[in-house]
């Protein structure tokens, strides 16, 4: 991610704006690394986050409130001990570095006047949160790190803060044009920025060298005097336009999967047509929506992490039972020489004795009666051996038809437990996943839940949305609700769409009066079919359509499961519906 300075620096030139002087009203940790902090000014009340998580460090202002734990944590308790009603002097940058230093005046038990310290370092898996005194000793931190964990700096009670290693890198802040840079080296150039210059994300490495060439691949070693000059140039406007506070805090999210790539506080151009840059009026309001949505999606990953194993538990278990009863109908091809071995023992009983391992007799099923070799079993008489023959060719027999149904059957078990897996990745509500539960529940593929308190329970609707041209769009978001868009929601007139033989959602346009569909509907309604399947990473997706009246479901088939005709292929680029 590009928490990078450049973010930090932005994000003080906001926080400083509207928190000096604010009041510190509350304190609360709703996570182990997490801080919330309530703030009041004279004109507004802030809630800020301040997070040490490894995955995803950050200070911002939220409007989304987490549930707090009954008993405080230790560290939390200290906070308002120290900081609660304390006065924020000042919002720091300290260095051109990922560290904001809080500094707040409070009055201590003896009624003195007091400055403590409130350090965020936002550096990944090294990420902390330190209170320290007017002094810098530390009084704690959210994580503490002794020698066992750094022999370079240590974080503990009682010790003086200390900063992290400074990087043998030129500030950004400190970029002029004459600031040297070694181009002889056999790295791309923005590889080359990164190593060189301090405060800067690979991201806005790639972005500076884009701005310069209108590419991202270049190595360092191919700019001549004059490119390297002008990469030079480049990159101190850049550092100019930081110095002098000029932001355009953007969001970039891949255009055909919808998926969350990255955020800058700077405008992003190096993606092209192949993202959609959103901004945002504020670093903190772009940098709330991104993690939130991260959060959001994370959550949403570990919530389903249960299902998904139970899903690939069943499909394996499945995998393997097809391929025993595809053995076991192979073997039974054989089946027919079990009989007419059993036909030539009976037929030839009067030249067989018991004790014979062997018996060459000819082949009367063959019309040149060529010989063939029976193996006998010696302790058996020849009426024995034949009536073991029959016996083998009965159980292949009665095998054969059971497999066949069985396999019938386990197939469409696993062609219904693949489509559940892609509704499970795709799910991006809780109510979602709970309806895929009760989905499998009743499918007998996991145990039905029997608390009697639930007397409601959140249900899951079917996604829908307008297309451009005002036609009602409806998306089935697991297989019921394929069911329910397809064989009850929909018109026998209304457009079906399904992903060609990939697993996924059913879409449907309902035509109303109007049944003159423009293409751009039908276009919008495959890609949403597409965005809703197992290729949402894919380009070129191949979606059928046809009328619904065309779409049958058979008897007994598993939920979403259908069968349909007369139908037409669009090839599509995955795209969320505008507006979900």
Known sequence: MAFDAI??????????SVLVNGRIDKIHQPEK??????????????????SAGSANPRVHFTSHAKKNPLTAPMFCMLLRKHLSSGR?????????ERIIRFSIESYNELGDLTTKYLIAEIMGRHSNIILTDSDMKILDSIK???????SVRQVLPGLTYAYPPAQDKVPLTEVQLDTPINFNQPVRADKL???SIGGISPLTA????????????IRAQELNTNRQAHLKTVLYAFAEDVRNNKYHPCMITDKLTGKLLDFSPIDIKQYESTAEIRAFDSMSQLLEEFYYTRDMRERMRQKS????????????????????????LADAENKELYRIKGDLITSNLYRLEQGMKQAELENFYETDMPKITIELDPRFTPSQNAQRYYKRYNKAKTAEIEAAKQLTVSRAELDYLESTLVSIENAELESDINAVKTELAEQGFAAKRTDKRRKTKSVSKPLHFISSDGFDIYVGKNNTQNDYVTTKLANSQDIWFHTKNIHGSHAVIKLGLDKNVPESTMREAAQSAAYYSKARESSQVPVDYCPVKNVKKPNGAKPGMVI??????VYVSPKKPEGI
């Open 88 to 96: 924020i002097t000042a919002v720091e940058q300290i260095g051109f």
């Open 144 to 150: 503490h790190i002794d020698a066992a964990v750094s």
């Open 7 to 16: 973010s930090v620096h932005c994000l003080i030139d906001e926080l400083s």
């Open 206 to 217: 790639r972005e500076i060298v884009y701005r310069a060439f209108n590419t991202t691949d």
């Open 564 to 569: 349909y005709e007369g139908y037409n292929t």
């Open 305 to 328: 992490a249960g299902l998904v194993k139970l899903v690939n538990n069943n499909i394996e278990r499945l995998s393997k039972k097809i391929n025993i009863l595809t053995r076991t």
């Open 193 to 195: 920025l990164l190593s």
């Open 33 to 50: 690394d997490e801080l919330t902090v309530h703030i009041r000014t004279y004109t507004e009340n802030y809630r800020l986050t301040l």
